[in-house]
């Protein structure tokens, strides 16, 4: 009888770590945003930092690093033409459109050392045209700081997000000046870590920050996160945008040319791992197109292997413990 009891313990407690491994590896699955493809970026317009959209002209707008010059590309990726703004920006990091307006952000700053940073406004897209600008200079009311990620609110508040070793949501003044004067940002939120872009939703009500594996949603009053989600692996990548249909964002990945893909709008905060700072290898075409036929990545399915595997080990542990 003793022996019996001994026996049936050692299999409860294979039963129990069976069980608290299944509840780790659920854990580790957190919750993907559905995506499908959109299309493959022009590879004119070259590394796709960030993306604005322009319903006016159905196109989505991208920004060259320096060179003073942003591509239009149509709904199928192509380019539809570019035009130059005459500025000699530092390091173009992003691109927000907002009432026929681009906004493009000369916000990076890896090494920390810039006093200020640079937006530029262009209102003119013309294509093979230079459009006149107006530049508006920024700083951080604490220190100078890293940002990939900018984006302007139907209100026209400029905001930017920061990935220095406390990253953060900041907003400029209601009013800026354009010119000389140095316009303050003041942080309003905290944000999560290497955060590469940023967005309002296409009805304004919320605000969705990515890093390069993860989508965060937050409420633009309160700045205090709502919903989040990992990103396919097919789009480990940099931009965000409210498609040109206003149903779900459109996401970049890596790699050329670049494939950008249309996601759902998470509803349920998730627990998920802190972003890397850089991109992971781009996966290759065979397992980009397996993943997108199957609507996981290579990394959940190997995960999905596993928890089946221990759902059988966890019944036979079972069937083990009732025949004793």
């Known amino acids: ?7 049936s313990r050692r299999g409860a407690g294979r039963v129990g770590a069976t069980l608290a491994a299944v509840g780790l590896l659920g854990l580790s699955c957190a919750p993907t945003a559905l995506a499908e493809a959109a299309f493959t970026a022009d590879e004119s317009a070259g590394p796709v930092t960030g993306l604005a959209t322009d319903t006016a002209k159905q196109v989505y707008w991208t920004a060259a690093k320096s060179s003073g ?17 005459g500025a000699t920006p530092t390091d173009v990091e992003a691109v927000s ?10 916000i990076g700053d890896v090494e920390g050392s810039r006093s200020s940073v640079t937006v530029y406004r262009i209102g003119a897209f013309d294509y093979g045209t230079k459009a006149p600008y107006r530049s508006y200079t920024l700083s951080y009311a604490d220190k100078a700081q890293d ?20 990253p953060g949501i900041y907003r400029a003044p209601a009013t800026m000046t354009a010119g000389g004067p140095v316009n303050t940002l003041t942080r309003v939120g905290d944000a999560p870590a290497n955060v590469t872009d940023v967005a309002f939703t296409a009805d304004g009500t919320k605000l969705v920050l990515r890093t390069l594996t993860s989508v965060h949603v937050y409420d633009p009053f309160s700045f205090e996160q709502t919903a989040s989600a990992a990103l396919p692996d097919t789009v480990q990548g940099l931009a965000i945008t409210p498609s040109l249909t206003g149903e779900g964002l459109l996401v970049s990945g890596t790699g050329s040319p670049v494939p950008v893909e249309r996601i759902t709008l998470p509803t349920t905060v998730a627990s998920i791992a802190p972003a890397p700072a850089t991109p992971a290898p781009s996966p290759s075409p065979s397992a980009s197109a397996a993943a ?7 990394k959940h399915s190997t995960l999905w292997a596993l928890l089946a595997a221990a759902a059988i080990s966890l019944v036979a542990a079972l069937v083990v413990v009732v025949k004793r």
């Open 69 to 85: 010059t942003v591509t239009a590309l149509g709904p199928d990726g192509k380019a539809k033409g570019q035009v130059t703004y």
């Open 147 to 166: 940002s990939g990620a900018m984006t302007v609110s139907p209100k026209g508040r400029l905001y930017v997000v920061t990935r220095s070793a406390k």
């Open 97 to 106: 459109f907002r009432d026929g307006r681009l906004w493009i952000g000369d």
């Open 1 to 7: 009888m003793r022996d019996r009891v001994r026996r």
């Open 292 to 298: 997108r036929s199957t609507g996981a990545s290579p």
